[in-house]
């Protein structure tokens, strides 16, 4: 899924009103398993000035990317993040590991060539789905605008929840950067 939606689901599931700290840790946590990727991508794409078909038909796939998001979309490494949460008995924390958690849950069924080991360190074994949320070939046409409905109806959700306007506004913020995910992969395919 593109990282904005795994935001929106993890908002909605976790974030609370009058709670900011569960509701940032909801949010960091959602992130999490895509920040390797931000910062290794962003490093070559706006500092080496790597081409982003490097970017992502060579490095995307590299030995050492591959190792890195190992670890941050281990089920076993959120398993056991939110284990420790629940034993601490902190909002907070469970919020960042569950919202982990649910993106790697997300994601496990929609990626086709570009799957991650999801079961470091026990294997570095790939679901490779048939099911894809971006490749047209595999189904990208359908499962993209699916999660843009669940994404749309999530929003809503929060909407109702989050009854001030700064929140508001960053819900209008995170619609807008679902729908930017189109535009980039424009960028980085057609390039």
Request: proline residues 5%; contains cysteine; charged residues 10%.
């Amino acid at each position: 899924m593109n990282t904005p939606a795994h935001l929106i689901f993890g908002a909605a599931a976790f974030a609370r009103p009058g709670a900011l700290n569960v509701t940032l840790a909801a949010l960091a946590g959602a992130l999490a398993p895509d920040l390797s990727l931000y910062l290794m991508a962003g490093w070559h794409l706006f500092v080496l000035g790597t081409e982003a078909q490097i970017v992502f038909n060579v490095l995307y796939f590299s030995d050492l990317w591959q190792a890195i998001f190992a670890v941050d979309n281990s089920f076993f490494v959120w398993g056991g993040a939110l284990g420790f949460a629940l034993w601490l008995r902190s909002p907070a924390f469970i919020a960042f590991a569950g919202a982990g958690l649910l993106h790697l849950a997300l994601d496990f069924p929609l990626h086709h060539d570009d799957a991650r080991a999801h079961f470091w360190p026990v294997t570095d074994w790939r679901f490779v789905s048939p099911v894809s949320y971006w490749d047209r070939d595999h189904y990208g046409g359908i499962v993209g605008p699916l999660e843009m409905l669940a994404s749309v109806i999530c929003l809503g959700i929060l909407w109702r929840r989050f009854k001030t306007w700064l929140p508001r506004l960053v819900l209008l913020a995170a619609g807008a950067m679902q729908l930017f995910p189109v535009f980039i992969w424009i960028f980085v395919f057609d390039g």
